[in-house]
């Protein structure tokens, strides 16, 4: 199968998108499958990439670290064609998408789309919430929906927002999931520790996010206090950059826990596991994640997790407990003292929850839906009749009212 992902963000750009759109092309890669990245060009790109295919593109006005492309679809839709695709999935509503839905009328081929984002949540960006209204994003995100053959969301949660919005499509509920790490050695966690100040009789909490406002880690340094109280030798580590990070840095300085709170910066993602398999407890209290790549990724590496209860994670919870999910901030000193003092049995729990979050169930899953979803009827049978189907324009006498035939009666 030859697979085409039409998204707006992709690697070196760090997103939980970014991260489900690489699973996705290892797992099909490694079952013999054949997926093209269609995508924005980035400054920091690797020049030589297998399989990518970068679009002129400029920063996003209101989000300068996403990108909206700004190409001509011609291009895109004749690759897409010589390729010889045979289903097209978008990941993104909005340039590389339209790009997408573009490639899949014209050429008649399958389309799948991947719902991640609950826009909603993240408004503040665009002028403090007061250029876009919430309605104005339900009735973009039901007119996007409605394009594709099959919508994919990651959780209940925004099958369900979906579904508010008026989307009639089919909704399957597919979880990104991530592949299986390698154990590190305990050499390489120590040094880890080491280079970030820490010994081995620390407790130490994890966060990986994007330090923006939406991922609430204000509410964890704001715990944080009364936590030491209770556990003198608690840490928090933070792994990541956002536009928060020196508010972040400000509150830390100011409530005295410098000596407490690490901010590691961006980390390369491969080298991410060594983070989580030197920590303790993986703990979050974003209430704006659909999934939570991070939530799987630490269950990977063996990591109990402390965060707010959504309904991905309460339905993941009925299968092995994995942690302690909070319904409010101010339940969260007890939690991660429980978790601490029950550690071996919440990794018990995570030794069987493994396959289920991995990216082996992600493929199997995705395979399912690809090998359902019917072809569309193509517009065009050939691309040289693109522009004239698209930019057709009567001729002179078409548009005074006569056809070929009264003319030749006015002649005759």
């Known amino acids: 199968m030859k697979i085409a992902i039409f998204t707006d963000t992709y690697f070196p750009q760090l997103s939980g998108v970014a991260t489900s759109v690489k699973v996705l092309k ?41 990108r909206v492309a700004v190409t001509f679809f011609g291009p895109v839709v004749k690759k897409v064609k010589d390729l010889k695709i045979d289903i097209i999935h978008t990941q993104t509503e909005f340039s590389m998408g339209m790009l997408g839905i573009t490639a899949s009328r014209i050429l008649g081929l399958p389309l799948v789309h991947t719902y991640h984002t609950w826009y909603e949540k993240y408004l503040h960006y665009i002028m403090n919430g007061k250029l876009i209204s919430k309605e104005t994003v ?23 927002v979906l579904e508010s919005y008026g989307v009639t499509r089919e909704i399957a509920i597919v979880p990104t999931g991530v ?12 040094d880890l ?36 109280k209770h556990l003198p030798h608690a840490h928090l580590v933070l792994v990541g950059d956002g536009p928060e990070r020196k508010n972040l840095e400000n509150a830390v300085a100011s409530r005295g826990l410098g000596d407490h709170v690490h901010f590691t910066g961006a980390i390369d993602h491969e080298k991410l596991s060594s983070y989580y398999q030197m920590a303790d407890l993986y703990v979050n209290l974003s209430t704006s994640e659909t999934q939570g790549l991070t939530f799987l990724e630490a269950i990977t590496n063996r990591l109990p997790v402390v965060a707010y209860a959504s309904d991905y994670l309460m339905n ?32 018990s729990h995570l030794d069987q929850l493994i396959h289920h979050v991995s990216a082996e169930h992600f493929y199997e899953q995705l395979y399912a839906i690809y090998s359902q979803v019917q072809p569309r009827k193509s517009l065009v049978t050939d691309l ?27 002649k005759d």
Do not use: W
């Open 26 to 66: 290892d797992t099909f890669e490694a079952h013999g499958h054949e997926v093209y990245i269609f995508t924005t060009t980035d400054p920091q790109a690797n020049k030589d990439e297998d399989h990518i295919f970068r679009y002129e593109s400029i920063p996003f006005l209101f989000f300068k670290e996403r």
């Open 138 to 160: 339900r009735k973009l995100s039901r007119l996007y929906c409605q394009q594709a053959d099959e919508v994919i969301t990651p959780s209940q949660t925004i099958k369900e």
């Open 179 to 190: 592949p299986i790490p390698d154990c590190c050695s305990q050499a390489e966690l120590m």
């Open 193 to 228: 520790r080491h280079k970030l100040t820490l010994s081995a009789d620390d407790f130490v909490m994890l966060s990986v996010n994007r330090l923006a406002y939406e991922k609430n880690l204000i509410a964890i340094i704001d715990r944080l206090p009364n936590l030491l």
């Open 316 to 347: 993941l919870a009925k299968i092995q407990p994995f942690g302690v999910l909070l319904d409010h901030p101010d339940k969260f000193e007890a939690a991660v003292l429980e978790v601490k003092a029950n550690s071996k049995e919440y990794s």
């Open 384 to 410: 040289s009749q693109l522009t004239e189907k698209l930019f057709y324009v009567p001729k002179m006498d078409q548009r005074m009212g006569y056809n070929d035939k009264r003319n030749k009666h006015k």
